[in-house]
């Protein structure tokens, strides 16, 4: 995110070197660049990896529902999540695939798990734009 390693080390309090970074963390939230600056095609497709815990009792079953992104198609596989015990861990895939560049600067939306009976919701952030990922804009919309 281009961010200086003195600054990180003043955050982190470590000297850890990251051999394989990755803007792909396994956090509740997503966030795909469709900014043209890689030599993909006309139609880039981003897909991350997600593992959710059961922090429920036993057996429950949660089924994905999303909400539209404009000019972009969304994909959660799979799309049930059936855990079997307190404390199993699942994994999906959210794929979203839209233009190399795309013409609005943000789009969102999010996908939201859904208990059974429709108890529990857990829902994420999804978050597509055209925005250069090295370049955090401040807290007044300027760079």
Not at 43 to 69: C, D, I, M, W
Request: with cysteine.
């Amino acid at each position: 995110m281009g961010f200086p390693k003195k600054e990180i080390r003043k955050i982190t309090r470590s000297s850890y070197k990251c051999l394989n970074p990755s803007l792909d963390l396994n956090y509740p939230s997503f966030i795909a660049y469709f900014n043209g600056e890689n030599s993909a095609p006309d139609e880039l497709v981003q897909v991350f990896h997600r593992t959710a815990t059961n922090v429920g009792e036993g057996r429950s079953s949660y089924n994905a529902k999303l909400t539209p992104l404009k000019g972009l198609k969304v994909k959660v596989e799979p799309k049930i999540l059936a855990f079997k015990s307190k404390y199993e861990k699942l994994s999906y895939n959210l794929t979203l695939e839209g233009p190399k560049y795309m013409k609005e600067f943000v789009v969102n939306g999010h996908l939201s798990w859904v208990s059974d009976g429709g108890k529990y919701v857990v829902r994420s952030l999804i978050i597509a734009t055209h925005m250069d990922p090295g370049r955090i804009p401040d807290s007044f919309g300027g760079f």
